[in-house]
């Protein structure tokens, strides 16, 4: 029997080739690895980024907002940040309750949010 493998990023990968035999272990790790994933896949479309501490790039995605204004949000304390180096984060609670709290019936950004 003959495998062949690659490196992927320090992680070994097998290529199983036609003559491989597959175990019961090896398909309930797949399963479980494919379910995970269908999960995880699930939790982002419903807006759950799947992860707790996002950087300006995603937060900037996930609103559709533009550089300047998610600045803004910051300068003027409507989303609170944390910096790290040159890194800043933002914690996926903090985004959440920022946009309830702004949250008015007509479907417009309330005042304090858009000054």
């Known amino acids: 029997m003959s495998v062949t493998s690659k490196?992927?990023?320090g992680v070994r990968i097998l290529?199983?080739?036609s003559d491989q035999l597959l175990t019961q272990g090896d398909l309930v790790d797949f399963k479980n690895e494919m379910l995970?994933?269908?999960k995880r896949i699930i939790k982002?479309?419903?807006g759950d980024p799947g992860k707790r501490w996002l950087k300006s790039c995603?937060?900037?995605k996930m609103l559709g907002i533009s550089h300047g204004f998610l600045q803004t949000l910051r300068d003027n304390g409507t989303l609170p940040f944390t910096k790290i180096g040159g890194s800043i984060y933002y914690d996926f609670e903090d985004i959440t309750?920022?946009?309830?709290s702004n949250k008015s019936s007509?479907?417009?950004?309330k005042s304090t949010l858009a000054n």
């Open 106 to 109: 007509s479907g417009y950004i």
């Open 97 to 100: 309750k920022m946009m309830a």
């Open 7 to 9: 490196q992927t990023k």
């Open 15 to 17: 290529i199983p080739t």
């Open 36 to 38: 995970n994933e269908f």
């Open 58 to 60: 995603e937060v900037k």
């Open 44 to 46: 982002e479309s419903m």
